[in-house]
């Protein structure tokens, strides 16, 4: 994600400002192509009432270990209701997901909703290796002005919008709250066949193949191996297409007043995908959609499976300037966090950070940018944040701020990762991320997976270096580093 007009330049210059310093497996998992939860939905979109009706049928993998009393289900539209972040960020209208009549293998089962949490109670227990069909109906009403869940103009934007199987792990079911900094979901790969109903006249740009022609019937889509599914529904965008030279459909969608960034930003997207491509690792699916427009209060940009938003414009130094760093920003995290999945709740950094220098490093090289002076701040003022305020590059989202996250979260590790070019050169760096996602794509990565995969690849034990960057252990050396 990326906060609006974050231009995160302009926002952690803002930081350093303003702020006094006192205060201031790849083959495992393909062998297990089946062991993955799948979803089918059939929803229909209303767009009078901004309403969504769906009925959701759940297949649990039979990988889960030990016996299982209970599932958790992720309601994130919850946080829409009753809205407690501020009134900056309230929506205009509020927005809910509301469960009915769920079934495990066609037994009724008690439920509990707490806010953004559904809990299911397991009629009879399962037992390890067996897997189970969980139905339920389900009811979205959309806010106005939600973060990332909008509808706007003729548009409903649906994220985070069926009830989301939480993610179980030997730290138990995650169901940690919702917050408005940073990303606060955490899902695994799934599998997704989902059949639309929406009125005339609209059209469907989702994670899967999109349907640009109007729909007139029931639409399915299906997308395999995902951590999410976003979908569009609209009657007002206009598309720019084109392939990149590694064969991916990359769509750039834009609304009326756009024209003038639309095939700048698509040509941008293009570049970029085929630059992350050449570099990190092959991107797995055959298509991608830019959608620009406002998803909701305080965000530039957002990234899901196969789709990305992007507002048109930010504002720089020079002007207003088409959003291509947003847009690249965006479309790295396909590769880092689409594709490497983590924790986003509890190690954010790690996706954020390695796509904000994959985000740095095409501005650099394709645009022409040059932003070493900008970096050596940003670890001066990090050593200085960590000193008055104790939080390091790797902590959960509770932990920071909207700026210190900026800060730390995304700029700090760009930072870092420049300074381990200068330290074992550019080719060695471009090998780790290379090798980290080979290795850790359709999976779950942690801080340590990515530690020990540079130790690797680098032939070095370099634990030190990167205690020193994201944990500021013997901290103050950094920007000589
Ligand atoms: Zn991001």
Do not use: C
């Not at 400002?17 to 083959?27: C, L, N, V």
């Not at 309230?90 to 509301?98: E, N, T, V, Y």
């Amino acid at each position: 994600m990326m906060r609006r007009f974050v231009s995160l330049m302009i926002v952690i210059t803002l930081v350093i400002g303003m702020m006094p310093i006192t205060q201031r497996a790849i083959a495992a998992e393909k062998g297990l192509a089946k062991e993955r939860p799948s979803y089918t939905i059939d929803a229909k979109y209303d767009d009078q009432q901004q309403m969504v009706t769906g009925h959701m049928s759940l297949k649990l993998p039979a990988n889960h270990k030990g016996k299982l009393d209970e599932l958790v289900f992720r309601l994130y539209p919850n946080a829409f209701r009753n809205w407690k972040w501020g009134a900056k960020s309230r929506p205009s209208a509020p927005g809910w997901l509301k469960v009915d009549h769920v079934r495990v293998n066609g037994a009724r089962a008690e439920t509990k909703t707490k806010e953004t949490v559904l809990h299911v109670s397991l009629p009879k227990p399962l037992a390890s290796g067996k897997t189970a069909e969980v139905t339920m109906d389900y009811q979205l009403k959309m806010p106005k002005g939600g973060t990332r869940l909008n509808v706007y103009g003729n548009t409903a934007f649906l994220a985070q919008w069926y009830p989301m199987l939480a993610v179980k792990d030997a730290a138990g079911w995650h169901d940690e709250p919702y917050t408005t900094t940073g990303d606060p979901f955490y899902t695994q790969m799934s599998d997704f066949n989902i059949t639309f109903r929406v009125p005339q006249g609209y059209h469907l740009i989702t994670s899967g193949r999109d349907i640009a022609e109007d729909a007139k019937g029931p639409i399915t889509i299906k997308r395999d191996n995902v951590r999410d599914f976003a979908a569009v529904i609209s009657k007002d965008y206009e598309r720019v297409q084109g392939k990149s030279e590694q064969g991916v459909n990359v769509n750039l969608w834009y609304l009326k007043g756009m024209e003038d960034v639309s095939q700048e930003l698509h040509d941008a997207a293009v570049s970029a995908m085929d630059f992350f491509g050449k570099y990190f690792g092959k991107y797995p699916y055959e298509e991608v959609d830019v959608v620009l427009g406002e998803t909701g209060y305080g965000i530039a940009g957002m990234e899901y499976p196969g789709l990305v938003t992007s507002v048109a414009k930010i504002p720089t130094k020079k002007g207003e300037s088409p959003a291509i760093n947003v847009v690249a920003h965006e479309l790295a995290h396909q590769w880092w966090y689409g594709v490497v999945g983590n924790d986003q709740v509890k190690e954010p950094w790690l996706d954020e950070g390695l796509t904000t220098f994959s985000e740095f490093l095409f501005m650099h090289d394709q645009m022409g940018e040059n932003e070493r002076e900008f970096l050596t701040k940003v670890a001066e003022r990090s050593d200085e944040v960590y000193k008055a305020k104790g939080v390091t590059s790797v902590e959960s989202l509770d932990k920071y701020s909207d700026p210190i996250y900026a800060l730390m979260v995304y700029a700090r590790p760009a930072a870092m990762m420049w300074a381990l070019m200068d330290k074992l050169g550019r080719d060695k760096v471009m090998k780790i991320l290379s090798t980290y996602y080979d290795h850790y794509q359709f999976r779950t990565a942690t801080t340590h997976d990515f530690i020990q995969t540079a130790n690797k690849v680098a032939g070095k034990d370099l634990t030190d270096f990167f205690n020193r960057w994201l944990y500021f252990k013997g901290a103050g050396a950094v920007a000589k580093d």
